[in-house]
């Protein structure tokens, strides 16, 4: 089946760093989900991007799909402890289509 | 709020004893989904209704199974659990899979099987 690459795996970070990660794929994506998951509970939406070079911020947080449609990217700006957590990109190939995840971005604050 | 609520939790269960996980909303959304989530793993879909359309992924097992029998419920049915259906499961919703694709999800149960 169709797959995400998300990268990195996981990143290990000082307090205030600013934080990027990326998810690709061979395919074209009709619509691009960031979600963040934090232990024991379910993932929540962060941003959601539906067209082709979009860049949307929520906070300190910008996401932006890829003018390919086979990529997308978050951005963190100066993180902070809430941070840390399991980020997952999720795509879309076309509208009525279920959404296919990556395999997620652990970040982690080192104190 | 509006929300989508998992009831319970934590599901402790028999090896082979049936379970049933349940998840309720309050955004009048039309479509629900049931996803299971292996640790440091992606959610994996296993079923969705659209309405009462029931949707079932290709690779689910028959041991899974769901019910919805009104817009708010949906139920999870697991009717003999194994010892690798331990994993958490995720309910979602969305209001329409034809339009804006945005997935809302539920806490999660976190399901152990003894």
């Known amino acids: 089946g169709q797959q995400l690459n998300q990268s990195p795996q996981s990143m290990f970070i000082q307090e205030g760093e600013d934080v990027s990660m990326n998810c690709t794929s061979s395919s074209i994506f009709n619509t691009w989900l960031w979600y963040k998951q934090d232990p024991g509970e379910g993932p929540v939406l962060l941003i959601a991007l539906y067209k082709a070079g979009e860049l949307t911020s929520n906070g300190r947080l910008t996401a932006q799909f890829g003018i390919t449609r086979k990529d997308s990217f978050l951005n963190i700006s100066a993180s902070i402890p809430s941070d840390v957590g399991i980020y997952f990109c999720a795509g879309q190939l076309r509208r009525d289509d279920k959404i296919i995840f990556g395999k997620g971005t652990r970040l982690h604050i080192l104190p | 709020d509006a929300m989508v609520i998992q009831n319970p939790r934590y599901q402790v269960t028999q090896f082979g004893k049936p379970v049933t996980l349940s998840c309720s909303q309050t955004l009048n959304h039309n479509v629900m989904y049931w996803y299971q989530q292996k640790s440091s793993q992606a959610p994996k879909l296993l079923f969705h209704y659209y309405d009462k359309d029931f949707n079932n992924e290709a690779d689910t097992p028959d041991n899974f199974q769901s019910r919805r029998p009104n817009t708010s419920f949906c139920f999870l049915d697991i009717r003999s659990p194994g010892l690798g259906d331990a994993a958490m499961y995720l309910c979602?919703?969305?209001?329409?899979?034809?339009?804006?694709?945005?997935?809302?999800f539920g806490p999660g149960t976190r399901l152990t099987v003894t």
């Open positions: 979602a919703t969305s209001r329409d899979p034809t339009g804006t694709y945005e997935q809302y």
